[in-house]
């Protein structure tokens, strides 16, 4: 069974499209987040959630919005893609709420090209 | 506020030879530390993690990390490296009260036959 599972793993698009990528885990967490891995491997936190409550917003484009319809799920929407919004993106989840010690697991990433 | 700095961004060893990955850490609360790795194309794999219990503390597939309070390091070794080890590390920091992981640049690893 998949713990942190991410739908699509390749996603290539053109510029000025909307997209959506999706992630579930069932482990059972309180906290899901979604980083950015950008060509040079460097990876930041855009978001995170706890129990669907937005608790980390990153100096992220408001293009990006993130849901969470239930504590089991977080997706990604991006609005008028651009060229650099391609990168990977990585779901995470972890079980506590405000837990810095907190071990997170890692979906297997969704690679975005925008051409 | 919380950094941290991982070394060297490529270390090539001789399979069969110790791997010493390098990570120096800054933060204003006590530190969660974290080693993660990712193999091409993949995911994050939590390698091993210290939360202020035993500073040294061994994690999976033989590697081990000593947390040094007095240094702010956090290095990753493995006494003996194989093929399958190849892969980028990453070196992490939290702190108590945060959400936030901190993640270094991180070091490609290569290892030689």
């Known amino acids: 069974d998949t713990a942190v599972s991410q739908t699509p793993k390749y996603l290539v698009t053109q510029m000025g499209n909307d997209k959506s990528i999706k992630c579930e885990q069932n482990?059972?967490?309180?906290?899901m987040y979604w980083y950015k891995q950008d060509s040079k491997k460097f990876l930041k936190i855009m978001f995170s959630y706890n129990n669907k409550e937005l608790i980390i917003n990153e100096t992220v484009p408001n293009r990006f919005s993130p849901k969470s319809p239930d504590k089991a799920h977080l997706n990604l929407h991006i609005n008028s893609l651009e060229l650099g919004d391609s990168a990977v993106y990585f779901c995470?989840?972890?079980?506590?709420?405000?837990?810095?010690?907190?071990?997170?697991?890692f979906g297997p990433g969704t690679r975005l090209t925008v051409l | 506020a919380q950094s941290v700095t991982q070394l060297d961004s490529h270390v090539s060893v001789s399979e069969g030879t110790p791997v010493l990955l390098r990570c120096n850490y800054s933060s204003s609360y006590s530190p969660s530390l974290f080693w993660y790795v990712q193999h091409p194309n993949k995911g994050l794999q939590l390698l091993l993690k210290?939360?202020?219990?035993?500073?040294l503390v061994k994690g999976i597939n033989g590697f081990e990390a000593e947390f040094k309070k007095s240094e702010t390091s956090f290095h990753l070794t493995k006494p003996s490296a194989h093929m399958s080890d190849a892969a980028e590390y990453f070196c992490v920091v939290s702190g108590s009260g945060t959400y936030k992981y901190i993640f270094g640049t991180g070091t490609r690893l290569k290892v030689l036959a």
């Open positions: 995470a989840s972890s079980q506590l709420a405000g837990g810095g010690t907190d071990t997170q697991y």
């Open positions: 482990l059972g967490h309180d906290t």
């Open positions: 210290y939360t202020s219990a035993a500073t």
